[in-house]
């Protein structure tokens, strides 16, 4: 399995001058092409943290963080600084990195309300400067994966929550890209369209995807291939699906899990 | 519940066969709870002893309207008596089943939070591992299994029930961490001064 995203030891901290949050302690996470992997916690337990640090957004203060098994040129400091040079082409790796191979969905799905459907999941291609038809082309095959062909013309305020994320899934993966973060996903969705949205996720990872979804519902956790569990900024536990002895040998077959 | 209350309910909707009702039991349920042709039989006998339900005359729905069939003709059809339609309509009311809270999970955390709270943050973590990889395996089969509506709502029951244990160990573990802080315990759970590190938790679940 060719690991798409992975991080390793990763210490992350958050320094306001007064005092020193660890939002992060020597967490290791790893996402392989076709899997997908929830972390679940309590609020401020870092889930937030882990997509920031997948999609370059937050550097960590050790550990290293790979995509597609490379990690982004070096750091190097001077009298307490970057240099300039040095952090210019970390911040460049990381653009292209969000450009080609990483699409994220926040929490707040961030869509222009003034674009169609379509041409906000054509978005990510035209500002990377892919000419208006292929970009149109492939923002319909993605759509057609998310079963949103036919919203393709809707203004987005028209939209149900549950369709607006799809667009946003859409917009995520416009472009064969191969990681996908979702942070929270789920949060302003009702149970079914909860579902919904996990099973297209679910989905994207069949389809050869990387997907790593963060989120605080362990029924939504439960359709990853691997749950994660984070406490205090520390992963605490690590659940893979079909590998855990089903202790209830007594319980007739194919009935109660 | 006893099978009986099920049967009562059913035979409530209309005359129904021992085999209907089986049959009928377990596609509403999703087969949840298989149950043999032979229990449903006794059940039938004690529900017409008590006077709760009473064969219709074989006639009414045989086609050959022939007599004297023995008590363990699968065709025999029968029906609710009055007193019968009143308990059905009694049980499905009430929603107090009487049985006393006394859930595994909840036994093991009480026994478990006593002194050492590391140990206890411990067995509380195996615990949640467990309920986590039993939503994971509802979530295959239901991958898997044919989508009907019972289907559905059996999973769904199953899997609200774990999130409200779920839900309960992480309180669980903000009390005891609370507990710790006030006594000044060196066990605060989760804290690097923890006695119970990750690989500890993780090696007694795998004793289990």
Same mark, same amino acid.
């Given at each position: 399995?060719?690991?798409?995203?992975?991080?390793?030891?990763?210490?992350?901290?958050?320094?306001?001058?007064?005092?020193?949050?660890?939002?992060?302690?020597?967490?290791?996470?790893?996402?392989?092409?076709?899997?997908?992997?929830?972390?679940?916690?309590?609020?401020?337990?870092?889930?937030?943290?882990?997509?920031?640090?997948?999609?370059?957004?937050?550097?960590?203060?050790?550990?290293?963080?790979?995509?597609?098994?490379?990690?982004?040129?070096?750091?190097?400091?001077?009298?307490?600084?970057?240099?300039?040079?040095?952090?210019?082409?970390?911040?460049?790796?990381?653009?292209?990195?969000?450009?080609?191979?990483?699409?994220?969905?926040?929490?707040?799905?961030?869509?222009?309300?003034?674009?169609?459907?379509?041409?906000?999941?054509?978005?990510?291609?035209?500002?990377?400067?892919?000419?208006?038809?292929?970009?149109?082309?492939?923002?319909?095959?993605?759509?057609?994966?998310?079963?949103?062909?036919?919203?393709?013309?809707?203004?987005?305020?028209?939209?149900?929550?549950?369709?607006?994320?799809?667009?946003?899934?859409?917009?995520?993966?416009?472009?064969?890209?191969?990681?996908?973060?979702?942070?929270?996903?789920?949060?302003?969705?009702?149970?079914?369209?909860?579902?919904?949205?996990?099973?297209?996720?679910?989905?994207?990872?069949?389809?050869?995807?990387?997907?790593?979804?963060?989120?605080?519902?362990?029924?939504?956790?439960?359709?990853?291939?691997?749950?994660?569990?984070?406490?205090?900024?520390?992963?605490?536990?690590?659940?893979?699906?079909?590998?855990?002895?089903?202790?209830?040998?007594?319980?007739?077959?194919?009935?109660?899990? | 519940?006893?099978?009986?209350?099920?049967?009562?309910?059913?035979?409530?909707?209309?005359?129904?066969?021992?085999?209907?009702?089986?049959?009928?039991?377990?596609?509403?349920?999703?087969?949840?709870?298989?149950?043999?042709?032979?229990?449903?039989?006794?059940?039938?006998?004690?529900?017409?002893?008590?006077?709760?339900?009473?064969?219709?005359?074989?006639?009414?729905?045989?086609?050959?309207?022939?007599?004297?069939?023995?008590?363990?003709?699968?065709?025999?059809?029968?029906?609710?008596?009055? !007193?019968?339609?009143?308990?059905?309509?009694?049980?499905?009311?009430?929603?107090?089943?009487?049985?006393?809270?006394?859930?595994?999970?909840?036994?093991?955390?009480?026994?478990?939070? !006593?002194?050492?709270?590391?140990?206890?943050?411990?067995?509380?973590?195996?615990?949640? !591992?467990?309920?986590?990889?039993?939503?994971?395996?509802?979530?295959?089969?239901?991958?898997?299994?044919?989508?009907?509506?019972?289907?559905?709502?059996?999973?769904?029951?199953?899997?609200?029930?774990?999130?409200?244990?779920?839900?309960?160990?992480?309180?669980?573990?903000?009390?005891?961490?609370?507990?710790?802080?006030?006594?000044?315990?060196?066990?605060?759970?989760?804290?690097?001064?923890?006695?119970?590190?990750?690989?500890?938790?993780?090696?007694?679940?795998?004793?289990?």
């Amino acid at each position: 399995m060719t690991s798409v995203l992975e991080l390793s030891c990763v210490t992350c901290r958050f320094d306001d001058g007064a005092t020193v949050v660890e939002a992060l302690r020597e967490v290791s996470l790893r996402v392989d092409q076709g899997e997908m992997v929830a972390v679940v916690g309590p609020s401020g337990s870092g889930k937030s943290t882990v997509i920031h640090l997948a999609c370059g957004l937050v550097a960590p203060d050790a550990g290293q963080v790979r995509i597609l098994g490379e990690a982004p040129p070096a750091v190097s400091w001077r009298r307490g600084g970057a240099t300039l040079r040095s952090a210019r082409g970390y911040r460049r790796w990381w653009a292209d990195r969000r450009r080609t191979t990483i699409g994220v969905v926040h929490q707040r799905l961030n869509l222009v309300p003034a674009l169609r459907a379509i041409d906000n999941v054509a978005l990510p291609l035209r500002l990377a400067g892919w000419p208006a038809s292929e970009a149109l082309a492939l923002a319909e095959e993605a759509l057609a994966q998310v079963d949103a062909s036919d919203l393709a013309g809707s203004w987005i305020d028209r939209l149900s929550m549950g369709q607006q994320q799809r667009i946003a899934l859409a917009r995520a993966t416009v472009g064969g890209h191969q990681l996908v973060l979702a942070d929270e996903p789920t949060a302003a969705l009702d149970t079914v369209g909860a579902e919904q949205v996990v099973g297209l996720l679910g989905r994207l990872a069949e389809s050869g995807r990387a997907v790593l979804l963060v989120t605080h519902d362990t029924r939504v956790a439960a359709w990853a291939d691997r749950i994660v569990v984070l406490r205090d900024g520390r992963t605490v536990d690590e659940v893979t699906s079909g590998t855990e002895p089903d202790n209830r040998a007594t319980a007739p077959a194919g009935v109660v899990p | 519940m006893a099978l009986r209350d099920a049967l009562l309910l059913l035979l409530a909707e209309g005359t129904r066969h021992g085999y209907e009702l089986k049959t009928e039991f377990e596609r509403r349920t999703a087969s949840i709870w298989p149950v043999n042709t032979g229990q449903v039989y006794t059940t039938l006998e004690r529900l017409q002893r008590d006077g709760l339900v009473e064969p219709t005359a074989a006639d009414e729905r045989a086609d050959n309207g022939e007599h004297g069939r023995s008590r363990h003709d699968r065709r025999r059809p029968y029906r609710l008596t009055d !007193h019968g339609r009143t308990e059905a309509r009694a049980w499905l009311a009430d929603e107090d089943t009487g049985a006393p809270p006394r859930d595994e999970l909840i036994m093991k955390v009480l026994l478990a939070a !006593h002194s050492d709270l590391g140990e206890a943050q411990a067995v509380i973590d195996g615990l949640r !591992h467990r309920l986590l990889a039993r939503l994971q395996r509802i979530r295959e089969r239901q991958r898997r299994a044919p989508d009907t509506l019972a289907a559905r709502l059996c999973s769904d029951a199953l899997t609200v029930r774990i999130e409200a244990d779920l839900r309960w160990l992480d309180l669980c573990t903000e009390r005891l961490a609370a507990e710790a802080a006030a006594t000044g315990a060196k066990g605060r759970p989760g804290s690097p001064a923890s006695t119970t590190t990750p690989e500890r938790a993780r090696g007694s679940r795998g004793k289990r």
